[in-house]
């Protein structure tokens, strides 16, 4: 384990570095610029068509897609996990308080990135079989022809897999497994009813998969957000301190966020950054698998979509947790970690009931996004196999939750890092060898509009 560790941590010390902070957030302020900041001036319309969607729940999906709320949902359900709960905590203890302002500034460019990706998905979907299927691995060979292009969506495909299906997975069954040992109850058997339950989802395929969603994601969003508020209030003396910790530790040479000292800004931004992209995954190239069997008129209508997911993600749901951790007034000394920190920053203000709260919390996060991954993944699968190998990835990833449950969180969280670092790579370069495509699809979409006023 301590080679594994070893590797995983050199490989992210060199992804996390600057080159690839620089492709990330490059490419969400390229697209930014480029699309005359699309995150705000279509934040109007990506609120209103996401939630005027509401009453379109219980649409049935199947082969021919789902509906774009379902998508958004399936999205939704991968992004809010414990990137939310764990990844906060984990990002203010590695890169100081002001870690969140960096989760910010990514999300916001971030949101320019996934209106791309979420474009290029539509726009390069692909019918086989009769079935609508759609991702990364389709608009990168469209960026890059020939023999080239396949081996970079080749490259991607079994990232994606290795990174979400089976590292990712691990992660999220490793936090569900740690919050519920504050109950005394074994990991393990937390990790294997995860993947008996999970396992059944597999089986049902998309219909069983955007059915749950769609019902457990706006409960689950609505049920934690409520609570966070709720403890924000009862220390609301302390929410300008909160602030002044993000603001200055993120320009700060040490962390003021408690007693973790140390901490540079290049710490803040590395650590900001990458929990940001987990817990969000702009640029990743995951979530545009579901936003590419959404069922609508124009790619860029779901590419409005696409945005408000990372929004709900990283400016509330995010918020939120970091909120709560900031304004407990809990020692930051390293003494707890992940999901543990959140967990007592809520028994801080809820006593006993705030583990109960958070182990109920982590349970739907974490199972939802184990659901998304696993779809995602499914998708790169039967591009790289075909449908026969499905069943083997699905056994595959029941024995990864299993085996992630009783892992230390530390080499969880670095291997899904490395992971998730070099899946980022070619779809970043297929985005940018693609701009010209969404921007042109992006005017289009803004003269029908103009027409229609």
């Known amino acids: 384990m301590n080679f594994i560790m070893d590797v995983a941590v050199k490989a992210n010390d060199f992804l996390w570095g600057a080159a690839l902070l620089f492709l990330l957030c490059g490419t969400g302020i390229y697209y930014t610029l480029r699309l005359k900041f699309i995150q705000v001036r279509n934040f109007k319309a990506s609120f209103n068509a996401t939630f005027g969607q509401l009453n379109l729940r219980g649409a049935k999906a199947g082969d021919d897609g789902m509906s774009s709320f379902q998508a958004l949902a399936t999205a939704i359900a991968a992004q809010v996990g414990t990137g939310n709960l764990a990844g906060a905590a984990t990002a203010i203890l590695s890169g100081g308080a002001g870690a969140i302002f960096w989760m910010w500034v990514s999300a916001f460019f971030g949101m320019a990135t996934i209106y791309a990706e979420a474009t290029l998905a539509q726009q390069y979907k692909k019918t086989i079989r009769g079935k609508v299927t759609g991702g990364p691995v389709y608009y990168i060979q469209a960026a890059f022809k020939g023999s080239f292009g396949k081996i970079l969506a080749s490259i991607f495909s079994i990232l994606i897999i290795l990174a979400l299906g089976f590292m990712g997975n691990m992660v999220q069954s490793n936090s569900i497994g740690n919050a519920f040992t504050a109950f005394n109850i074994d990991p393990l058997y937390i990790g294997i009813a ?260």
């Open 194 to 453: 995860v993947a008996v339950v999970a396992g059944f989802i597999f089986i049902g395929g998309v219909r069983r998969i955007a059915s749950l969603t769609e019902k457990i994601v706006p409960i689950m969003a609505g049920f934690y957000i409520l609570g966070s508020v709720i403890i924000i209030i009862m220390n609301i003396e302390n929410i300008g301190t909160a602030f002044n910790q993000i603001f200055t530790g993120a320009f700060s040479s040490n962390s003021i966020a408690g007693g973790v000292l140390g901490i540079t800004v290049r710490d803040a931004i590395r650590y900001g950054v990458a929990r940001g992209l987990f817990s969000n995954e702009a640029g990743m190239g995951s979530t545009p698998h579901a936003h590419a069997i959404a069922k609508v008129k124009h790619p860029c209508e779901q590419g409005n979509i696409a945005m408000m997911g990372v929004f709900i993600d990283t400016f509330i749901i995010l918020n939120m947790t970091a909120l709560v951790i900031l304004t407990s007034g809990i020692p930051l000394d390293g003494a707890l970690e992940g999901v543990a920190l959140t967990q007592a920053a809520f028994i801080a203000s809820f006593g006993n009931f705030g583990a109960i709260f958070i182990a109920i919390c982590m349970l739907f996060f974490a199972f939802s996004t184990i659901i998304g991954w696993y779809f995602f993944g499914e998708i790169n699968v039967k591009y790289l196999f075909g449908q026969k190998a499905v069943i083997i990835y699905a056994v595959l990833v029941m024995i990864f939750i299993i085996i992630g449950s009783k892992l230390k969180v530390k080499l969880v969280w670095e291997l899904a890092d490395m992971f998730n670092g070099l899946m980022v790579i070619p779809n970043l370069l297929a985005l940018l060898a693609l701009s010209a495509v969404v921007i042109k699809l992006s005017k289009e979409l803004d003269r029908k509009k103009t027409k229609n006023y």
